[in-house]
């Protein structure tokens, strides 16, 4: 029997990066805002120091960092015929915990979006005709334009103090940068990170090819920044611990070196850690969320009103909340009927080997988000006409760390063990360069989560499934995008040139990004989307959700740029008119 | 180190979580009701952080992990270890760039692995049913979707692995065998030629071969990379933390020898 609290003005399931956000935002208002995450509080002083954050058996192999699956379990399945079994311990993807979530230790590859990404549909269907798409892809417009999210994008850039180069500013296209970025309204907060010799080379390499390299937007800064709010973020100092690991120079942007410090200020503000929402809680006609029901680590349980409700905890289990909490219809993949659930979508990642005799690259040497790419290949920037696929991505020489449990590439054809394997090991880890692809991955009809009718978490309740498998679309991008890869580690001079192009079925041991997205996406539909193009809950009008949920697909970059910038464009949407007149901001 | 002048968490501070029994998973069981088993931080509890006063920040809360002593093995029988050591001597064999994997440390490193929480799947969603998955189902540590912790891997393959050898060879165990036998098992393992009874040599050799990689490339405070042999082998620095006058020496090689989170 849950014990009601007193009434707040706003609660944020989740203390990660979008709920930070909410919270500083509702609580600079004026708002009485609580937060309730399911991990613990974390900060850099006390969870990753200098002096043992840099443990790679801990934080990288052990993964100590990330919701257990015991606390968080998933199931998994390629297809409807098959029977979804739980990720025991994560692999493909590894979920976040805690207060700060994923933005604790991502890799801060800070990218914006294309602007065909958001009126794909639409775009590439006059481009292309649309029997150029496969059937069973659902591609849809996102209900908001890049223009419309520039500002948001640029206000997540001066929070964090993004290191980068600017390609196209106000429609002049800037040397240096991305040629094919949309347009910037001012430069980037810092310079660019220094590049290790082996993107140098790359980029050297892609630009003969006649491609136009340009370094990664990086939230590992360059040089100590001072945000609008005044936090300072110290300077990266390449320790090659990046993705997977806290930070111990405050170098990394995330909640904790960005808004924490001054949220924590705030009297109206208070965080709930290691409380579990169970449910978000709705009035008798199911149109109002009255609050949230939680779970404290006694297994007491709690029930929090709130006048408004922002899910902000990670994307799947947004959708799994969704689902448990009866908002929103499930989709029925047979029917083709239902929102909560569909058009979930991935990453389609994949890498080349470059072996080199004569270089010594210190792969060692690395930060999350260093590293020279071309974006030639990415979103619609080039004439898909001749290859029969849809989609691209950022192909990019991106050096965060080689660290040796996780990394000693050895050429193919060298035993697993033994002194060969220690020769192979050892001659080539300093010599070898192991650049990417960033591929988009679209939605499709058969590719949903729901709710699984076996496996049950600790509270007894169905555990979130997940349907899906590579399409024939994606493999061939990515095919396509490895081959080009290839052709510049060759342009290179490398002695070996191994390619390794994602292929299916997809597998959830093997690492591939924790960009999983979609599953209650926005829109102008409610027969096609869970949101509107504020993330408001089509259902229910104080529901907010926040993250890459609403992505209707996902496109050739890292999502969490986008994801701020959705996250600030509902806030001014909230703001501006949600608070003086609560209620549906859209009517479809 | 400078102490910030402290501000307390909160002025009532919650109850302690009470643990609840020792963590003891049973494969086919359903999973303990103690919500604490699945927090990550060793004092999960409750926390009410109340904004107005700045960052919360107590003295002494890290949590720096502890390092491996030397001393009598804590999982393996004396025959287990005796096998294992033998077999990570097999895997990484002592050469002119490192010692072997005993004399690295690689034996020890698993043996502490397999007494605690890694060793027990700690944390792990170990519920049933276990149903036979496809290849793309298969988990990174194999044994577990079979509903096998580590810790049970190697106890049931070892002792498998040992009336294999002594039935075969004459009664000697693995460790007793000529080095050029203990590749031939090893490979018989690898590949999937060597039957064990009642065992899924896949998993075992997977996993023995991860943890035996880990073991030798991990922070020497977990037990292996003795002395920091393998990271002195590939030239990778440890924990130096810091290459901002060396991300633009290209070409260069980086002279510095490396260090452990325990020190140099």
Redesign the interface.
């Known amino acids: 029997m849950a014990t009601k609290l007193p009434p707040v003005d706003v609660v944020t399931v989740g203390l990660g990066w979008t709920g930070s956000m909410v919270a500083e935002s509702m609580?600079a208002a004026g708002l009485r805002v609580v937060s309730i995450e399911r991990?613990?509080?974390r900060?850099t002083?006390?969870?990753f120091?200098?002096?043992?954050?840099?443990?790679?058996?801990?934080y990288a192999?052990?993964l100590?960092?990330f919701?257990?699956?015991?606390?968080a379990?998933i199931t998994?399945?390629?297809n409807a015929h098959?029977?979804a079994?739980?990720?025991?311990?994560?692999?493909a993807f590894l979920l976040p915990?805690?207060v700060g979530g994923a933005g604790v230790h991502w890799n801060a590859e800070t990218w914006r979006f294309s602007s065909t990404d958001f009126v794909l549909k639409t775009h590439l269907t006059q481009r292309y005709g649309k029997n150029f798409l496969p059937e069973d892809m659902t591609l849809q417009d996102w209900g908001v334009t890049y223009d419309e999210l520039e500002p948001h994008y640029d206000q997540f850039e001066y929070l964090c103090g993004t290191s980068g180069t600017a390609g196209n500013l106000r429609g002049e296209i800037q040397p240096f940068g991305n040629p094919f970025e949309g347009p910037r309204s001012r430069p980037y907060p810092t310079p660019a990170q220094?590049?290790?010799?082996g993107p140098?080379?790359w980029a050297e390499a892609a630009k003969e090819l006649g491609y136009q390299p340009f370094p990664q937007p990086s939230g590992n800064l360059s040089q100590a920044y001072t945000n609008p709010d005044g936090v300072t973020i110290g300077?990266c100092?390449?320790?090659?611990?990046c993705e997977r690991f806290g930070c111990?120079?405050y170098s990394k942007a995330s909640p904790q070196t960005t808004i924490?410090?001054s949220?924590?200020?705030?009297?109206?503000?208070?965080?709930?850690?290691?409380?579990e929402v169970t449910r978000i809680n709705l009035d008798s006609k199911g149109s109002r969320a009255t609050g949230v029901t939680y779970?404290?680590?006694?297994?007491r349980e709690w029930e929090q009103p709130a006048e408004m409700v922002f899910l902000c905890a990670f994307q799947l289990f947004n959708v799994q909340l969704l689902l448990l909490s009866g908002i929103g219809q499930p989709y029925d993949p047979r029917a083709g009927k239902g929102v909560i659930g569909r058009n979930y979508s991935y990453q389609t990642t994949s890498f080349v080997h470059g072996f080199f005799d004569d270089?010594?690259f210190?792969t060692?040497?690395g930060s999350g988000a260093?590293g020279m790419c071309i974006d030639d290949y990415n979103a619609d920037n080039f004439d898909h006409g001749p290859y029969g696929f849809v989609g691209g991505g950022y192909i990019g020489m991106v050096q965060t760390g080689?660290?040796?449990?996780e990394v000693?590439p050895v050429p193919p054809g060298t035993p697993?063990?033994?002194?060969a394997w220690?020769?192979a090991?050892?001659d080539n880890?300093?010599s070898t360069i192991i650049p990417a692809c960033h591929g988009s991955c679209y939605s499709y009809r058969d590719c949903y989560l729901d709710l699984d009718p076996?496996?049950?978490d600790?509270f007894g309740r169905p555990v979130l499934r997940m349907t899906f498998d590579f399409h024939k679309n994606e493999l061939q991008m990515s095919q396509f995008l490895t081959d080009k890869l290839a052709t510049i580690v060759h342009q290179m001079g490398a002695r070996e040139v191994v390619k390794l192009p994602r292929t299916g079925?997809?597998?959830?041991?093997l690492y591939q990004t924790t960009h999983t997205c979609g599953g209650a996406i926005m829109g102008t539909d409610p027969t096609t989307s869970a949101l509107n193009r504020y993330l408001q809950s089509w259902d229910v009008h104080n529901l907010f959700v926040m993250g890459a949920t609403a992505f209707p697909q996902n496109a050739g970059y890292n999502p969490t740029g986008t994801v701020a910038a959705l996250t600030y464009w509902s806030l001014e949407a909230i703001h501006r008119q949600y608070l003086k007149s609560p209620g549906p901001l859209v009517h479809a | 180190m400078k102490m910030k002048t402290a501000t307390p968490v909160d002025s009532s501070p919650p109850?302690k979580?009470?643990l609840g029994p020792a963590l003891s998973i049973t494969r086919r069981g359903a999973?303990l009701?103690?919500?604490?088993?699945?927090?990550?931080?060793p004092a999960?509890?409750?926390?009410?952080?109340?904004?107005?006063?700045?960052?919360?920040?107590?003295p002494f809360?890290?949590?720096?992990?502890e390092e491996v002593k030397p001393g009598p093995w804590l999982f393996f029988t004396p025959q287990e270890a005796a096998a294992v050591e033998a077999l990570v001597d097999?895997?990484?064999?002592a050469?002119s760039?490192?010692p072997g994997g005993k004399d690295c440390g690689c034996a020890v490193f698993i043996d502490r692995q397999l007494a605690g929480p890694?060793g027990n799947?700690s944390?792990?969603?170990?519920?049933g049913?276990f149903?036979s998955?496809?290849?793309?189902?298969?988990?990174?540590?194999p044994g577990?979707?079979h509903g096998y912790t580590p810790a049970e891997v190697y106890r049931h393959s070892l002792a498998a692995l040992d009336s294999h050898c002594r039935a075969t060879y004459g009664g000697l165990s693995f460790a007793k065998l000529p080095d050029s036998t203990k590749?031939s098992v090893?490979s018989g393992l690898?590949t999937g030629s060597l039957a064990l009874e009642n065992t899924d040599t896949a998993v075992f050799f997977a996993l023995l071969?991860q943890n035996?990689?880990?073991g030798f490339?991990?922070?020497p405070i977990?037990g292996g990379n003795r002395d920091m042999a393998?990271?002195k082998?590939?030239?990778?620095?440890?924990?130096?933390?810091?290459?901002?006058d060396?991300?633009?020496r290209?070409?260069?090689?980086?002279p510095h020898p490396p260090v452990s989170?325990g020190g140099p």
């Open positions: 609580t991990g613990p509080w900060d002083a006390t969870d120091p200098p002096s043992y954050s840099p443990d790679e058996l801990r192999v052990r100590d960092l919701v257990r699956t015991a606390q379990p998994v399945r390629n098959q029977t079994l739980p990720v025991r311990q994560w692999g915990n805690g220094k590049q290790p010799y140098v080379l300077p100092t390449y320790c090659g611990f111990g120079n924490l410090p949220l924590m200020r705030r009297s109206n503000f208070e965080a709930r850690t290691e409380c779970v404290d680590s006694q297994g270089k010594i210190n060692f040497i260093i080689a660290r040796p449990i000693t697993q063990w033994g002194s220690k020769e090991v050892k880890y300093l076996t496996y049950k600790r079925p997809f597998s959830i041991s | 109850a979580a009470d999973l009701a103690s919500t604490a088993l699945f927090l990550a931080a999960a509890q409750a926390e009410i952080l109340s904004g107005g006063s700045g960052l919360p920040w107590r809360a890290g949590d720096p992990p097999r895997l990484i064999p050469d760039e490192t890694y799947a944390g792990l969603y170990m519920s049913p149903l998955p496809t290849p793309e189902q298969r988990t990174v540590e577990l979707q590749d090893v690898e071969l035996t990689r880990e490339f991990a922070d977990y393998a990271w082998m590939i030239g990778f620095p440890g924990a130096h933390y810091d290459y901002r060396w991300v633009e290209h070409n260069e090689r980086y989170i």
